[in-house]
């Protein structure tokens, strides 16, 4: 599905990701882990278009995506929630959703002032998968309220159903869990599962290791901008250098 070479990032000479290589498989569940500073967002957003790799070459899907600017990524198939929270905050919990399907609403101003049935058509389909996305997410009786009221973990499922309401072949999760309480934490997980199931493939860059541990298929570990370790989670769990790297330090970083 996902296919990064010799991915390195350099901001004014200093080295954030060095020559980082791993594929993502299709249907599976891979996280990115790794001590706080390691390039685990750096190279998210290497790959949803965000910044662009110094180095190296992004592929998805058996295309060159390398260079190409963060609306084209989208539209290709990738989606991505963020590790800080980036939601419309006025707007409408369904209408940060339908803000998912954005490159499926059309280009025409002419058209929208118009409102043609098959716009209006439209238009409810959109809604509709919107409104299906929120029910997934456990969101339904929130659909009108602002975004602005929620609590924060309501505030990371939206995200979450925003990602997933344009069924997009792959899914960059920058720490989804991250400021959640333990409840909040087991809900998410069983969320992911349950995307796995359906079919979708995830990149999940997370601290938690108990989720990732759960839910990864395969783990790849980030240290200094380096990929020093690429495997399951047994395999990663008992490698001396993630103890050394990060496992030893997982106490101060998670």
């Not at 980082?20 to 685990?40: D, Y």
């Not at 929620?150 to 990371?156: I, P, R």
């Not at 087991?186 to 079919?199: F, P, Y």
């Amino acid at each position: 599905m996902l296919q990064l070479e010799k991915i390195s990032k350099r901001f004014g000479g200093l080295p954030a990701l060095e020559d980082v290589s791993f594929h993502v498989p299709r249907g599976q569940v891979t996280a990115l882990i790794g001590p706080n500073g390691a390039g685990k967002s750096t190279l998210i957003n290497c790959i949803s278009g965000v910044l662009q790799p110094t180095e190296g070459q992004v592929s998805f899907a058996g295309r060159q995506i390398t260079g190409q600017p963060a609306h084209q990524i989208a539209r290709f198939g990738i989606a991505r929630t963020f590790q800080n929270l980036k939601l419309f905050p006025r707007l409408t919990v369904l209408d940060n959703v339908l803000t998912g399907m954005t490159c499926e609403g059309g280009r025409s101003m002419c058209m929208a002032m118009l409102r043609l049935p098959y716009l209006r058509h439209r238009e409810r389909r959109l809604r509709l998968r919107a409104m299906e996305a929120l029910d997934r997410f456990d969101l339904t009786e929130k659909a009108n309220w602002p975004a602005e009221v929620l609590a924060y973990g309501d505030k990371k499922r939206v995200e979450l159903a925003r990602a997933t309401v344009g069924n997009p072949q792959l899914i960059l999760l920058d720490e989804p869990v991250a400021g959640l309480n333990a409840e909040e934490t087991s809900a998410v997980g069983d969320q992911l599962r349950r995307l796995r199931l359906a079919g979708y493939t995830l990149l999940l860059v997370e601290h938690d290791m108990d989720l990732v541990m759960e839910i990864a298929d395969k783990v790849v570990v980030l240290d200094s901008g380096r990929c020093i370790a690429t495997g399951t989670p047994d395999e990663v769990r008992r490698n001396p250098l993630v103890l050394e790297a990060y496992l030893g330090r997982m106490d101060a970083t998670a």
